[in-house]
T-cell receptor, first 115, second 113 residues
Framework: DAGVIQSPRHEVTEMGQEVTLRCKPISGHDYLFWYRQTMMRGLELLIYFNNNVPIDDSGMPEDRFSAKMPNASFSTLKIQPSEPRDSAVYFC?????????????FGSGTQLSVL | GESVGLHLPTLSVQEGDNSIINCAYSNSASDYFIWYKQESGKGPQFIIDIRSNMDKRQGQRVTVLLNKTVKHLSLQIAATQPGDSAVYFCAENRSRRNTPLVFGKGTRLSVIA
């Protein structure tokens, strides 16, 4: 299995632009998580899905952030409009909790820089 | 007020020595614990996990110890190698299954060759 695949690996954009981060979870996994990592706040959970349904989005910082999971093999995290304080590494992770495995498998992350 | 950056505890270990990384958790109801390793530029990678019905679990060169009395978790790495240099996170499941793991702030391990 290729693991969790995220794209792009790096994104540099200007303030006010729309940013879309993409994630392909491990095939068969029933949970998908979006995390943000910064030096200031560490690893923060933004939102997670179970069987493509958003379960908890209380970690999403504000309305500029939105996430979708149209099918079991794809999810997006969108920031519109982006701001410099959104600069961080965004990780997607998936797991197969229904199978008794609670550990998360992380992607390589997207390094976002908003200028 | 002025914000401060996240200060990661750092552990420096001589190559070949054993490393012990500690983690305190807060919820006595947590029943699942896990250690992750994050190398620079990469996502966290699973190392080892343990359930609350166990006190110790061993993997390849790694051992996790769980002390539920004092809510303490530790990761022991035997014969530490330069490739072990990374940030190590502990995580706990604070309630029942089907809820996200809660991650600690991390400890940076630096291996001195």
């Amino acid at each position: 299995d290729a693991g969790v695949i995220q794209s792009p690996r790096h994104e540099v954009t200007e303030m006010g632009q729309e940013v879309t981060l993409r994630c392909k979870p491990i095939s068969g996994h029933d949970y998908l998580f979006w995390y943000r990592q910064t030096m200031m706040r560490g690893l923060e959970l933004l939102i997670y899905f179970n069987n493509n349904v958003p379960i908890d989005d209380s970690g999403m910082p504000e309305d500029r952030f939105s996430a979708k999971m149209p099918n079991a093999s794809f999810s997006t995290l969108k920031i519109q409009p982006s701001e410099p304080r959104d600069s961080a590494v965004y990780f997607c992770a998936s797991s197969l909790i229904a199978g008794g495995e609670e550990k998360l498998f992380f992607g390589s992350g997207t390094q976002l820089s908003v200028l | 007020g002025e914000s401060v950056g996240l200060h990661l505890p750092t552990l420096s270990v001589q190559e070949g020595d054993n490393s012990i990384i500690n983690c305190a958790y807060s919820n006595s109801a947590s029943d699942y614990f896990i250690w992750y390793k994050q190398e620079s530029g990469k996502g966290p990678q699973f190392i080892i996990d343990i359930r609350s019905n166990m006190d110790k679990r061993q993997g390849q060169r790694v051992t996790v110890l769980l002390n539920k009395t004092v809510k303490h978790l530790s990761l022991q790495i035997a014969a530490t190698q330069p490739g072990d240099s990374a940030v190590y996170f502990c995580a706990e499941n604070r309630s029942r299954r089907n809820t996200p793991l809660v991650f600690g702030k991390g400890t940076r391990l630096s291996v001195i060759a």
